[in-house]
Nanobody
Framework: QVQLIESGGGLVQAGGSLRLSCAASGRTFSTNAMGWFRQTPGKEREIVAAITWSGAGTYYAGSVKGRFTISRDNAKNTVYLQMNSLHPEDTAIYYC?????????????????????WGQGTQVTVSS
């Protein structure tokens, strides 16, 4: 029903930058909140950043705040994650996600429980 396709992952040295893109299609609308998550072996999936339907509200995990920027282009049904000053600890599979309750969600846009639709993931590897 909802398809999310990530791109832009790859291998980069510490201190470098990458920009991830997520294109949405199917039953998703510009009113949906969207988020980026990441997961490494042996760890639970964690939220990295989230953005409201208008783009006015953004959330960042403490470990990435000041280095990553989330943005969206509703005309293109695309969300972006600009990642600067990358650390080896940022190495993970990155997933984009969208909610299933907009526009009247009882939980905040930065709550992980809000998100039900996921992309296939894109690998980000940061070497030291």
């Amino acid at each position: 029903q909802v398809q999310l396709i990530e791109s832009g992952g790859g291998l980069v040295q510490a201190g470098g930058s990458l920009r991830l893109s997520c294109a949405a299609s199917g039953r998703t609308f510009s009113t949906n909140a969207m988020g980026w998550f990441r997961q490494t072996p042996g760890k639970e999936r964690e939220i990295v950043a989230a953005i409201t339907w208008s783009g006015a509200g953004t959330y960042y995990a403490g470990s990435v705040k000041g280095r990553f920027t989330i943005s969206r282009d509703n005309a293109k049904n695309t969300v972006y994650l600009q990642m600067n000053s990358l650390h080896p600890e940022d190495t993970a599979i990155y997933y984009c996600a969208t909610d299933a309750c907009s526009p009247n969600c009882p939980m905040a846009y930065y709550s992980p429980t809000r998100y039900h639709y996921w992309g296939q993931g894109t690998q980000v590897t940061v070497s030291s």
